[in-house]
């Protein structure tokens, strides 16, 4: 079974602040995807970034980055100099990449319990 | 532009009522899902369908029912069953392509209310 633990339920931090959060999983497949998502307040799940398993590049994207590690199974999240926009709560994500009978991807995500972000002014 | 839209926003049930909540995507993805969100713990998946006319039972499938007569529409009915409906239910599609994984594409949800 697979299984994803944020252990960080809320965080708040003051603006200017570098934040990372935490994501470790467990899977026994050794084909698999992480995905980090950033709920709003307005509620809707916006995606932020995917990864497979055989990329452990550590990825950038303006103020976010994310580290990969096979060894630990931990996908992390970094927000470098917070800001007030950044509050949400941030979900991380594990897929296995299955294949079916018609031999497609099968694609269920299992989701942390989420971490609330608080970014004060 | 293409996405999905969950209808209505806000919905209130009363004791012993079934209601039904709206998902409908333009996006002509394969997959759908429904999702359960409550404080503290998470998204939870209620049912899912890769294909029409099918569908299958996530982790907390008791008291609700879904169909899929249509790629563009995967409707929950929330019934009387369901002991405990007051949450946030998301819906999500995703495309299926051979051993890549997209991730989902979600709607806006739906905050359901037992008065």
């Known amino acids: 079974a697979q299984k994803v633990t944020q252990a960080q339920t809320e965080i708040s931090v003051v603006e200017k602040e570098d934040v990372t959060l935490d994501c470790v999983y467990e899977?026994?497949?050794?084909?698999?995807?992480l995905f980090w998502y950033k709920q709003p307040p307005s509620g809707e799940l916006v995606f932020l970034i995917r990864?497979?398993?055989?990329?452990?590049q550590n990825e950038i994207s303006g103020r976010y980055s994310w580290n990969f590690q096979k060894s630990t199974s931990s996908f992390n999240f970094t927000i470098t100099a917070s800001q007030v926009v950044d509050s949400a709560v941030y979900f991380c994500?594990?897929?296995?990449?299955?294949?079916?009978?018609?031999?497609?991807?099968?694609?269920?995500?299992?989701f942390g319990q989420g971490t609330i972000l608080t970014v004060h002014p | 532009d293409g996405g999905i839209t969950q209808s209505p926003k806000y919905l209130f049930r009363k004791e012993g009522q079934n209601v039904t909540l709206s998902c409908e995507q333009n996006?002509?993805?394969?997959?759908m899902y429904w999702y359960r969100q409550d404080p503290g713990q998470g998204l939870r998946l209620i049912y899912y369908?890769?294909?029409?006319?099918?569908?299958q039972k996530g982790d907390i499938a008791e008291g609700y029912s879904v169909s899929r007569e249509k790629k563009e529409s995967f409707p929950l009915t929330v019934t009387s069953a369901q002991k405990n409906p007051t949450a946030f239910y998301l819906c999500?599609?995703?495309?299926?392509?051979?051993?890549?994984?997209?991730?989902?594409?979600f709607g806006s949800g739906t905050r359901l209310t037992v008065v």
């Open positions: 999500a599609s995703s495309p299926l392509h051979a051993g890549y994984n997209y991730g989902y594409t």
């Open positions: 899977t026994r497949d050794t084909t698999y995807y």
């Open positions: 996006l002509n993805h394969d997959a």
């Open positions: 994500a594990l897929s296995d990449s299955g294949l079916n009978a018609g031999g497609t991807s099968y694609g269920k995500l299992t």
């Open positions: 369908s890769q294909i029409v006319n099918d569908f």
């Open positions: 990864r497979n398993s055989f990329d452990e």
